[in-house]
């Protein structure tokens, strides 16, 4: 774009900062190494002058640039965004019709939703008397490693020490890396609890399980922000057993604490509900939504929101004037080129869009030991792990292992075959999963979906292997850098083999032993 003149420079001049020092690191002026297409095409396989010509195409007509979220899960992920943003503003068509970028098109219906942006009813939020925080992705290292320094976006904090876990919603044995690691870190505090439906691998390590209700158990409203509707999700089943609602559960503790009635004000779960539905009405007015009375919405079950009157525009204001409507950025433009992330003085991160070669290297290096780059990607057939021992996900499964996706060129020299239940394995350990052999991946690359439930054998071992198929069991547990410290579950390096033994049952859905204690 830039040796052939094809950026937009009025767009740059007027909307950007920092196009100088960006335009150096492209043209190799500061490292003598040229970002051209010819170094791109050793890196990406990609032939050098299929580069070119998309370049060419992207800047003679409308183009529209998304991104999953899913690529900022690794090393230095943070940088493939950036690289989109810089991109598509040298481009110059972000904040037009058809043309710039999106993050993230999926269900989540955040990018490129036709509908009026209204967050719903919401419960009242208090002050949380402690600010110390860390990122999600480094929980097992606050845990083994309380009282050391690590960095995070410019600044150097101090992991706390932490004796307690209180854990309601989510299950970090699915979203964190290196199990084995985390195991081992999960044993430092001194009482977990958790709220939970079902016998999740965070539920058996836990201490105490206070068995929270379904959705199907208990009454809510469903509502998100872009999504254009409002459900009412009424009560279908009695609650099961002794489990009880998030609500019930919190109210019966803030009770025994001394202090219910400032957290009930007094009110039960369905007049919280009315409570939060009528103060939302007048933001909803705000946004051009009527809504009707609790009551009404309570029988009819849902609303649906009228579509806005003109299509929504990613960043359209912002272009439109960019001084009435700034971006959030120091400079309120788009940075190409940040100070602020340059004063930092992280090599990783120098302030704008950059390849980091030693990364890279680092990498080639580990790949010497284990070929097989494994992509660990979302399920098709579950949320998450949500569901995993339901039928959908199930019938997926090979001999009751998460399937793994191979290139027969891989497999054969392995003797591996449609089907075959394989040992997937690296220096942080090793799972087992049954393989489904297409050409429709590359040949060096192996594929799984997360969300297998983590199922160890031998768990006197220091590191058991998983007999269900999770692969975070193998994936790195190292932050994608200092900028953004997030999860680098997305790809790691493994070796695999032809597992010959007898198969270990799949205990991963069987509720722990229990042990009643004498006076119980």
């Given amino acids: 774009l830039i040796a052939e003149q094809l950026v937009d420079r009025a767009f740059v001049a007027r909307y950007t900062t920092g196009y100088a020092p960006y335009s150096a690191y492209l043209l ?3 490292d003598g190494v040229v970002k051209s297409p010819e170094w791109a095409a050793e890196i990406t396989g990609l032939a050098a002058d299929d580069i070119r010509q998309l370049a060419r195409r992207m800047a003679s007509r409308k183009t529209m640039i998304n991104i999953a979220w899913s690529v900022q899960r690794a090393r230095q992920g943070e940088q493939a ?14 904040g037009t019709a058809g043309g710039g970028l999106g993050f993230g098109y999926a269900s989540t219906n955040l990018a490129g939703a036709d509908r009026r942006m209204f967050s719903g009813p919401r419960l009242p939020v208090g002050k949380n008397p402690v600010s110390r925080r860390i990122p999600v992705a480094r929980i097992a290292d606050m845990l083994l490693q309380p009282g050391e320094p690590f960095d995070f976006d410019g600044q150097s904090l101090t992991y706390p020490d932490i004796r307690l876990i209180y854990w309601a919603g989510g299950n970090t044995f699915h979203h964190h890396q290196d199990l084995n690691k985390l195991v081992s870190a999960w044993q430092r505090p001194d009482t977990i609890i958790v709220h939970e439906q079902f016998w999740t691998a965070q539920a058996k390590f836990a201490d105490i399980v206070l068995p929270a209700s379904t959705s199907l158990e208990r009454e809510d409203i469903g509502s998100a922000s872009n999504d254009g509707f409002m ?6 089943i009695a609650l099961f057993a002794e489990a009880k609602s ?8 803030a009770q025994r604490l001394g202090f219910a009635p400032a957290f009930t004000e007094g009110r039960n779960e369905r007049e919280w509900l009315q409570a939060i539905y ?3 009405r007048p933001r909803a007015e705000e946004q051009g939504i009527t809504l009707p009375s609790f009551s009404a919405f309570w029988e009819t079950g849902q609303l649906e929101y009228a579509r806005p009157a003109q299509p929504q525009i990613m960043l359209q204001d912002f272009r439109d004037d960019p001084d009435a409507a700034p971006l959030s950025t120091p400079s309120g433009k788009i940075e190409l080129f940040s100070a602020t992330v340059a004063g930092f003085d992280y090599q990783e991160a120098p302030g704008h869009a950059y390849w980091h070669q030693p990364e890279y290297e680092a990498q080639q290096a580990v790949k010497q030991h284990w070929p097989l780059h494994l ?12 569901y995993d021992h339901g039928k959908v996900s199930q019938q997926t499964k090979i001999a009751g292992r998460e399937p793994l996706w191979m290139h027969p060129d891989d497999a054969q020299p392995r003797g ?4 075959s239940i394989v040992k997937v394995f690296n220096s942080r350990g090793a799972l087992l999963a049954g393989v489904h052999l297409t050409r429709d991946i590359l040949p060096g690359v192996v594929q799984m979906s997360t969300g297998a439930w983590y199922d160890p054998l031998n768990t006197h071992q220091a590191a058991p292997m998983d007999k269900h198929g999770n692969p975070n ?6 932050g994608s850098s200092r900028l953004g410290q997030g999860c680098s579950a997305q790809t790691c390096f493994v070796d695999i083999q032809l597992f010959d033994q007898p198969l270990p049952e799949i205990t991963a859905y069987n509720p722990p032993q229990f042990v009643h204690y004498p006076g119980e």
């Fill in 278 to 280: 009528e103060g939302s």
């Fill in 375 to 386: 992509l660990s990607s979302q399920p098709r057939t579950r949320l998450h792990s949500q």
């Fill in 231 to 236: 459900i009412a999700m009424q009560q279908h």
């Fill in 28 to 30: 190799g002026e500061n």
């Fill in 473 to 478: 069991v193998l994936t790195e547990d190292r």
């Fill in 81 to 94: 965004f950036w690289a989109v943003v810089a991109t598509t503003a040298l481009l110059g068509q972000i």
């Fill in 246 to 253: 998030d609500y019930a559960i919190f109210a019966a503790l």
């Fill in 416 to 419: 591996i075959g449609e089907n």
